[in-house]
């Protein structure tokens, strides 16, 4: 935490100014998606919709299309689902309970954490791929966590956090910090590290991973690119005939079944004449 004091970055959404609804909708953009990518869009996204209320008001395609190039875009439909419900339940207010946070559309458990701990200073784990990563090391001695969050790294997690609600929600970040400035997955910055002289897998002399070969996710030539390429055609025009489209691909046939698959996620809508725009 003294480490984090010194070095944490100067983020927006951890201001003490910013709203519940800041620190929601950074959490939702954060998910597999770098800061830096982040800032943004979300800055122009608070400037555009500063409460929950401003964004339920508008049509989902307007979020859809100020998604802009963030990624995994059904994200921002949830984001849009979530202001209207947080609007009809909670009078237009981010709720505090992971009860209440559990029941939004499309917040999971490591969202509804976050903004416990970081919105409301409530007792928290927030476990993500850095927290994760740096408990692996540290305390187990593993060069890498588990491929998927495990219960006994749950166990674990909660296990390592503060009994104290504000150094609980302090700890949390900090961890997250450690990972992404310096516990890194592939060049760790061991000498910067304010626990290496207690981290396991240091202490160990740095053991490489040896489990199952772990795959990046492919982009390039994917009906996930193709789709990113239809979307972004319908954000530069209110209205997009189906021929328009064909150069999002290389054969038709690609370029339906993605189309097909917009439709039914609720990002595209299909209109009578063989046009095609985001949802209104």
């Not at 593993?142 to 150094?167: D, K």
Request: with cysteine; glycine share 8%; charged share 25%.
């Amino acid at each position: 935490m003294s480490w984090y004091a010194a070095h944490g970055r100067d983020l927006p959404w951890r201001r003490p100014e910013c709203s519940p609804w800041g620190v929601l909708v950074c959490e939702v953009m954060a998910q597999q998606t770098p800061l830096a990518r982040v800032e943004p869009v979300w800055h122009a996204w608070m400037r555009r919709w500063p409460t929950p209320a401003d964004l339920a008001s508008a049509p989902p395609g307007d979020a859809v299309r100020a998604w802009g190039r963030l990624g995994y875009p059904r994200r921002a439909l949830r984001l849009h689902e979530a202001a209207r419900a947080i609007v009809e339940r909670h009078a237009g207010d981010v709720p505090s309970t992971e009860e209440d946070l559990l029941a939004l559309p499309g917040i999971g458990a490591y969202t509804a954490a976050a903004v416990r701990a970081f919105a409301f200073g409530g007792h928290a784990t927030v476990v993500d791929t850095n927290v994760r990563r740096v408990l692996a090391r540290t305390l187990l001695g593993e060069p890498l966590a588990a491929p998927a969050l495990t219960a006994a790294e749950r166990r674990l997690a909660e296990s390592a956090v503060p009994a104290g609600h504000r150094e609980a929600a302090v700890w949390n970040v900090a961890v997250m910090e450690l990972g992404a400035l310096v516990c890194t997955a592939r060049g760790p910055v061991c000498d910067r590290c304010p626990v290496a002289d207690r981290c396991a897998w240091r202490l160990a002399g740095h053991p490489a991973y040896d489990g199952p070969k772990r795959r990046g996710q492919a982009y390039e030539g994917t009906d996930r690119q193709v789709r990113g390429r239809i979307l972004a055609r319908l954000r530069e025009t209110e209205e997009v005939p189906r021929p328009d489209l064909d150069d999002c691909a290389p054969e038709q046939g690609t370029v339906d079944r993605c189309l097909d698959g917009l439709v039914a996620d609720g990002l595209v809508e299909p209109l009578a004449d063989g046009r095609f725009r985001l949802p209104a």
